[in-house]
């Protein structure tokens, strides 16, 4: 599975921005799919996170409210869509792929596949 993020950028308190990543391979339908950030001098944490199907989905505390993940399996596509966004948002921002769990996971290790990660900088 190979991932392809795009959509980061720089951005004022209180926009928004779409993150996309796209997946390669036929089964991609049947993966847990997360987005994960991280800060400078931070772990790695979750962001959000959606099931194969796209029914279930979990998301940190932190962006409850403010961001949306969703996918379209047909285009091989998971998104990330960030409203009213704050300078704590600021990061480097990451989707991954589970291949092996049957429920959303929010620990990095659960995630197999990685893509090359997109700055969002959210400046005041």
């Known amino acids: 599975v190979q991932l392809q993020a795009s959509g980061g950028g720089l951005v004022q308190t209180g926009g928004s921005l779409r993150l996309s990543c796209a997946a390669s391979g036929r089964t991609f339908s049947r993966y847990n799919m997360a987005w994960f950030r991280q800060a400078p001098g931070k772990e790695r944490q979750f962001v959000a996170g959606i099931s194969p199907s796209g029914a279930i989905t979990s998301y940190a505390d932190s962006v409850k409210g403010r961001f949306t993940i969703s996918r379209d399996n047909a285009k091989n596509m998971v998104y990330l869509q960030m409203n009213t966004l704050k300078t704590e948002d600021t990061a480097v921002y990451y989707c991954?792929?589970?291949?092996?769990?049957?429920?959303?996971?929010?620990?990095?290790?659960?995630?197999?596949?990685w893509g090359q990660g997109t700055l969002v900088t959210v400046s005041s």
């Open positions: 991954a792929a589970d291949t092996q769990n049957a429920v959303v996971r929010g620990t990095p290790g659960a995630y197999d596949y």
